[in-house]
């Protein structure tokens, strides 16, 4: 094994992370083998948390899969690679401490694509499409109301607000013609966007 997989072992263990995940093993009774890299990889993981969607997840040096045997990795092959990247996370990030950082960007992800991986940045740095994740499209964090329009949106759609000829009362095609006199200007102003 390379210096490099001692040292992320030898961290995690450090930092309490790789001991977080032989717990969750035990509490979710995982079969537990030994991986490439120094990882321990637990199959047959049966605990409801994290949500049952996600096939396998890391805590430490344990990698933790929903599925018995690795059939799995016919099907993901890629899967067990995003995984160790998460175990490497877990070292960089002072451990137990990634639990709550990786809840964090779970939650901006979901804020901002609806789905808790797109944006996620653990997710993305151990690779999206290698976990299985799919690409979500961003949205706005604020929607402006459609009753508020800016005056470029004014002037550009002047025809959305004029009053069709057969409502308008008599004699108010003389007065929509030439600038507005001062008594029939609007009462509010549209809002202005300062720079």
Request: hydrophobic residues 45%; charged residues 20%; glycine residues 8%.
């Amino acid at each position: 094994m390379q210096p490099r997989y001692w040292v992320r072992a030898f961290v995690n263990i450090i930092n309490c992370s790789t001991l977080l995940g032989l717990i969750a093993a035990a509490v979710g009774r995982a079969r537990l083998t030994r991986g490439h890299h120094g990882l321990i990889i637990g199959w047959g993981y049966r605990f409801r948390i994290p949500p049952r969607r996600t096939p396998a997840f890391t805590l430490g040096n344990i990698i933790l899969v929903r599925h018995e045997g690795p059939e799995i990795l016919q099907r993901r092959p890629r899967l067990l690679v995003h995984e160790e990247r998460h175990s490497t996370q877990y070292a960089y990030c002072l451990g137990v401490a990634m639990v709550l950082l990786y809840v964090l960007a779970s939650a901006w992800s979901l804020l901002r694509t609806g789905d808790p991986a797109s944006r996620n940045i653990f997710e993305r740095l151990a690779g999206l499409a290698d976990g299985g994740y799919t690409e979500h499209p961003v949205r706005p964090l604020f929607r402006r109301s459609r009753a508020v329009r800016s005056p470029a949106e004014v002037t550009a759609a002047p025809e959305a607000t004029a009053v069709p000829e057969a409502t308008a009362a008599p004699g108010a095609a003389a007065a929509t013609e030439g600038p507005p006199a001062a008594d029939r200007l609007p009462d509010a102003l549209p809002p202005t966007v300062l720079p």
